[in-house]
């Protein structure tokens, strides 16, 4: 995991830490809570109060003035200073869903009026791990994060450079964007599993996401989100009780044929999906290429 340490505090920045903690305590007493857990966890997470920030060092600027700053770097080069940027998370990089065993860190695009810069190695609030489901931001919510701004190209690649903030964490979560109500799933039919069991099977096997189970299964979910659909595949996270996620990776649709488009696979369809399962770093996914074998969605029908 990579991380960045957190500056040293001046007396005064103690007394305004000392402040915040104090005001965090009065907030947790309150009726009223700023925070809404994800899917599976219906309790109030008082470990991840909003009002609980440090106060930190950092230049405060637009997400315009960071992206000038990165493009006028050398390609990979960081810069010394930490800068503190706020907007809206417009897009989840990684899988939101699996947290506690899988990511200590998450990826996602941080988006102001200005325009819209990649956060990638982000910390939590404290510089700490992500632990639990419902410390991890959907897309919508506000937050600053803070971290070195860089100019990112993988080696060999021939694609444009990509301005990044990285190596940083949040240290203010303005509001948290609730998940919608779990629908419900029906009961497996037989020569089906649920996708509890699918985890279950899958977190059962080696994490090195390389050893398949020997045997493929006809995976019984609803989804709960598309995190990425690029040319026909869509990666999407399935559940059938709302408290554990099993990952479709770069799966397709009916027929083993592409998606014809994103409408064809959505949050609220339940489907049956057909593949071997891995343990990919603690993520319960599918292993080879995933099929549906049959889906709710509307689209298909027509």
């Known amino acids: ?13 103690k007394y305004v830490v000392a402040a915040s903690l104090l005001l965090a305590l009065v907030m947790m007493s309150c009726s009223e809570r700023p925070y809404i857990n994800q899917p599976g966890d219906n309790s109030f997470n008082n470990e991840t109060i909003p009002v609980l920030i ?20 050398a390609i990979n080069a960081e810069t010394g200073e930490m800068y503190k940027l706020s907007g809206v998370i417009s897009k ?14 998450i990826n996602f695009d941080l988006t102001d009026n200005t325009g819209t810069i990649s956060c990638y190695y982000t910390n939590n609030l404290l510089n700490k791990p992500f632990r639990k489901n419902s410390e991890v931001p959907r897309v919508g919510s506000k937050v600053t994060v803070i971290g070195v701004l860089t100019l990112y190209q993988k080696a060999g690649s021939t694609n444009p450079p990509t301005p990044e903030l990285k190596n940083g964490f949040i240290v203010r979560i ?33 994490d090195d996401g390389k050893t398949a189970s020997s045997d493929a299964y006809d995976i019984l979910g609803v989804v709960t989100e598309v995190l990425e659909f690029t040319s026909g595949k869509a990666t999407y996270i399935i559940s059938s009780n709302g408290n554990q996620f099993f ?15 994103q409408e064809y696979i959505q949050p609220n ?6 593949s071997k399962l891995c343990n990919y770093k603690g993520t319960p996914e599918t292993s080879g290429t995933a ?12």
Do not use: R
Request: proline fraction near 11%; glycine fraction near 4%; include cysteine.
């Open 1 to 13: 995991m990579k991380t960045t340490s957190n500056h040293a505090f001046t007396a005064k920045k």
């Open 174 to 206: 303005d509001s948290m964007v609730a998940p919608p109500p779990f629908p419900g799933c029906p009961e497996p039919a037989e020569g089906q599993i649920s996708a509890s069991d699918a985890v279950t099977e899958a977190l059962a096997l080696p």
């Open 247 to 261: 990952e479709v990776y770069k799966g397709v649709g009916k027929d083993q044929a592409d998606f014809p488009s």
């Open 291 to 302: 099929s549906l074998v049959s889906t709710t969605n509307p689209h298909y029908a027509n």
């Open 92 to 105: 989840n990089t990684t899988n939101p869903m699996n947290v506690p065993a899988s990511y200590d860190n």
């Open 269 to 274: 369809d339940t489907v049956v999906v057909h």
């Open 54 to 73: 440090p106060d930190t060092n950092g230049i405060e600027i637009s997400i315009d003035s960071a992206i000038a700053i990165c493009k006028s770097m």
